[in-house]
């Protein structure tokens, strides 16, 4: 019951989210799961550090496809998730927690990064509409 619950939120929360309500989303999960990912590294549970750096991964090949190529910003952040991925690769199969702390904490940077330019562009919004 109460796993439904929470699903239907999360469903609910996804359908109505902004673009940018999204992409910090995206950031969140990553953060999180790539977080567990160096910590289960470090309790040597390293089927469960493959699990959360395979999902930390998939949040950022979603990034990397969902990239929009007509802006300039979208080359240097693709070599960034190419980069990232390949890290959390170093640090899965070297069993080596460093790696996906680094990208912990570039993913922690870029989502500060994306926060404060969507607050950003909807003061700029509202100012536009005032």
Not at 81 to 105: C, M, S, T, W
Request: glycine residues 4%; aromatic residues 8%; hydrophobic residues 45%.
């Amino acid at each position: 019951m109460l796993q439904s619950q929470t699903e239907r939120y999360l469903e609910t929360a996804v359908q109505t989210a902004t673009p940018a309500q999204l992409l910090l989303m995206l950031y969140d999960g990553a953060i999180r799961f790539c977080r567990a990912g160096a910590e289960a590294i470090k309790q040597r549970d390293y089927a469960a550090a493959n699990t959360y750096l395979q999902k930390t991964q998939a949040i950022i090949r979603e990034l990397l496809v969902t990239l929009d190529r007509r802006y300039p910003i979208a080359e240097p952040l693709s070599q960034l998730y190419d980069y990232f991925l390949n890290r959390l690769l170093q640090a899965n199969l070297k069993k080596d927690p460093a790696p996906a702390e680094e990208v912990l904490g570039y993913l922690v940077d870029l989502k500060n990064t994306w926060a404060e330019a969507a607050k950003l562009a909807s003061k700029g919004a509202a100012s536009a509409h005032g």
